[in-house]
T-cell receptor
């Protein structure tokens, strides 16, 4: 049981380049989330999905797009990277069964934009 | 909106010391409350939770009691170990997003010295 996996683990981009981060979960969870973690800021929600084919904006959605074509995958895209998007990105999933709110997190992707 | 406030870190303690990490919340009603932990180089994982007022959550020697009178959910451990070194996050469901998302505090970094 792999849980939540993220690829890649590290990436360096130049300003203006694009990339896609992939999140996959094998727990059949309906809900998936993308967060960014910056020093002193905690975790901030970028986008989330409440099921296959759905997406919704979180607290800091600007500059990012997402897609959930398959239930197990949640992709985060940066169309034109900026230095302000240097961060550690975490994906998480949850079943929200019984409002349990036990989110399962991936190991993170460290992104540097120069 | 709903929010949590954690004590500022970092916190450095000697092994076997008593630990308290403060967390207070602002919310409508009486939401469930959570503590998540992030070990170095990993994603967050649920440490403990309490689903109603006066409940005590516990796990791995850590405890937290849901106190509605003081709107607090402080994390405690009687005797910390080096392996407890991590970042600790208090969290609650956010009504801003239909209770489908968690709002996290900024995190408290704990370092235990042998």
């Amino acid at each position: 049981n792999a849980g939540v996996t993220q690829t890649p683990k590290f990436r360096v981009l130049k300003t203006g380049q694009s990339m896609t981060l992939l999140c996959a979960q094998d727990m059949n969870h309906e809900y998936m989330y993308w967060y960014r973690q910056d020093p002193g800021m905690g975790l901030r929600l970028i986008h989330y999905s409440v099921g296959e084919g759905t997406t919704a904006k979180g607290e800091v959605p600007d500059g990012y797009n997402v897609s959930r074509l398959k239930k197990q995958n949640f992709l985060l895209g940066l169309e034109s990277a900026a230095p302000s998007q240097t961060s550690v990105y975490f994906c998480a999933s949850d079943s929200l069964a019984g409002a349990a709110y036990e989110q399962y997190f991936g190991p993170g992707t460290r992104l540097t934009v120069t | 909106g709903d929010s949590v406030t954690q004590m500022e870190g970092p916190v450095t303690l000697s092994e076997e010391a008593f630990l308290t990490i403060n967390c207070t919340y602002t919310a409508t009603g009486y939401p469930s409350l959570f503590w998540y932990v992030q070990y170095p180089g990993e994603g967050l994982q649920l440490l403990l939770k309490a689903t109603k007022a006066d409940d005590k959550g516990s796990n791995k020697g850590f405890e937290a009691t849901y106190r509605k009178e003081t709107t607090s959910f402080h994390l405690e451990k009687g005797s910390v170990q080096v392996s407890d070194s991590a970042v600790y996050f208090c969290a609650l469901p956010s009504s801003n997003f239909g209770n489908e998302k968690l709002t996290f505090g900024t995190g408290t970094r704990l370092t235990i010295i042998p």
